[in-house]
């Protein structure tokens, strides 16, 4: 008799565009019937960068035109370093395993993101395209706390799907700066209006990238920070 897969937190492997990523559970019990496991998924390579805009500083582009992180070097962690994943946050590195994928045998780094305990294998040897990256200093803290200051607005195009598919491309870019000017926006947005369903979730996303970081870097307690970041947004 097949024996129930325990329940738990899934592995998820974040891969460059042309690498395999896997399903998180391996086998499920069907009318009594063991399922086979799925055939791994590859992800078609992802389409070439559009040029960033030739507006002149401080005027948003179209959508598509947030500039892509400066290129930096392949990041090398250890087991219980802290590394930032562009798309789930801040996490500690639990074990650098090797696994076979595909028939290859490949080097990933185990993170175990610190906000809700998620499962993230990301490739050694691709670790700077998926964006890993490690915590930024107190001086690039500080820069953020610059950027959540000013008073400009970092997009101003119409209609409003226009601007919020703007707003996701700057938190998909991974950027502690663009993520920074959409919390900033949609804090500043609060105090004129309800904010709808999309705009909450722009401001929760941005939040949650930011926040953990930020107490890395300054050194403080997550409420501190929390508190710290509201002050700045009542002022």
Known sequence: MA?????GSAAHIASPPTATTMSSNSQAKSNGK????????IEPPAPPPRPTSTRPPGRPGPPGSIPPMPHAPSP??????????PAHGVGEVTA???????GTHTTFYILRILDNGMKVMVPKSAATQ?????????????NIMSTMRAREVAVD???WSRRFRVYTEMIKSGS????????????RLKFDKDLSFGERRLLDQARGLLLKELALAKKKTEEEMAEEIRAIFSA
Do not use: C, W, Y
């Open 34 to 41: 063991r399922v086979a496991k799925p055939t791994p998924r």
């Open 96 to 102: 650098i395993e090797q696994r076979e994928i595909g």
């Open 130 to 142: 998926v964006g890993l990256r490690g915590v930024m200093t107190d001086k690039e803290a500080n």
């Open 157 to 159: 195009v119409q209609p």
């Open 76 to 85: 090398d962690f250890q087991v219980g370093d802290k590394a930032v994943h």
């Open 176 to 187: 502690p700066v663009e993520i920074a000017k959409v919390l900033r926006d949609m804090n």
């Open 3 to 7: 024996r129930p897969v325990p329940s």
